[in-house]
């Protein structure tokens, strides 16, 4: 009879140390790594170039890290690209998510966007409530309304692709325009 219940109180203190050892493994390696790992308020981050220039920069009122899938949460973001010989291009939003080892910035309402005129450039801005930034491409997306202008052109559109480095403008989905009279 002793021995069925130091057996039976052996088992069960087995069972209660793999229960445990459990849920501490499904808590590092499940859901522990969802939740952020750290926080940065009022932060600026600089990306450089292989050649040490600056390319582009992402401020913001606070930055969230998700361990899980690496990825970043940003407050009131700010991105300001950097190309040489070009005005920057100043890029807010009211949030913003930066994935895929900083290859993709999702920037989520209340989008602005604006380049100041330089060259024979006129100025640009556009509005959209949603806009994907590709920075190793130069290149910014949306399949959301936009609402642009360049100098005194005024353009609305359904979605837009822009290369930065082509200057080409793509625009879709019921394009309206508002052009100013050529002076002849």
């Not at 920069?57 to 040489?84: A, C, F, M, R, W």
């Not at 959301?144 to 979605?159: E, F, H, N, R």
């Given at each position: 009879m002793l021995v069925a219940a130091s057996g039976a109180l052996a088992l069960g203190s087995f069972w209660l140390l793999q229960t445990m050892q459990e849920r501490n493994n499904?808590?590092?390696?499940?859901?522990?790594?969802?939740?952020?790992?750290?926080?940065?308020?009022?932060?600026?981050?600089?990306?450089?170039?292989?050649?040490?220039?600056?390319?582009?920069?992402?401020?913001g009122e606070k930055l969230i890290h998700y361990p899980i899938d690496d990825s970043y949460?940003?407050?009131?973001?700010?991105?300001?690209?950097?190309?040489?010989?070009?005005?920057?291009?100043?890029?807010?939003?009211?949030?913003a998510k930066i994935e895929q080892d900083r290859k993709k910035i999702h920037l989520i309402d209340n989008v602005q966007m604006q380049r100041a005129a330089y060259g024979k450039n006129k100025k640009f801005d556009l509005k959209t409530q949603y806009l994907l930034i590709l920075p190793e491409q130069d290149m910014m997306q949306t399949n959301q309304k936009v609402d642009a202008t360049l100098g005194q052109s005024v353009v609305t559109a359904g979605g837009m692709s822009l290369n930065n480095k082509t200057h080409e403008l793509h625009l879709t989905n019921g394009v309206r325009s508002t052009l100013p009279a050529s002076n002849r």
């Amino acid at each position: 009879m002793l021995v069925a219940a130091s057996g039976a109180l052996a088992l069960g203190s087995f069972w209660l140390l793999q229960t445990m050892q459990e849920r501490n493994n499904s808590d590092v390696h499940g859901k522990a790594h969802s939740k952020p790992d750290y926080y940065v308020e009022k932060f600026n981050f600089i990306r450089l170039s292989k050649t040490g220039e600056v390319r582009y920069n992402v401020s913001g009122e606070k930055l969230i890290h998700y361990p899980i899938d690496d990825s970043y949460e940003i407050t009131s973001p700010i991105v300001q690209g950097l190309t040489p010989h070009q005005a920057p291009m100043i890029v807010s939003a009211k949030q913003a998510k930066i994935e895929q080892d900083r290859k993709k910035i999702h920037l989520i309402d209340n989008v602005q966007m604006q380049r100041a005129a330089y060259g024979k450039n006129k100025k640009f801005d556009l509005k959209t409530q949603y806009l994907l930034i590709l920075p190793e491409q130069d290149m910014m997306q949306t399949n959301q309304k936009v609402d642009a202008t360049l100098g005194q052109s005024v353009v609305t559109a359904g979605g837009m692709s822009l290369n930065n480095k082509t200057h080409e403008l793509h625009l879709t989905n019921g394009v309206r325009s508002t052009l100013p009279a050529s002076n002849r």
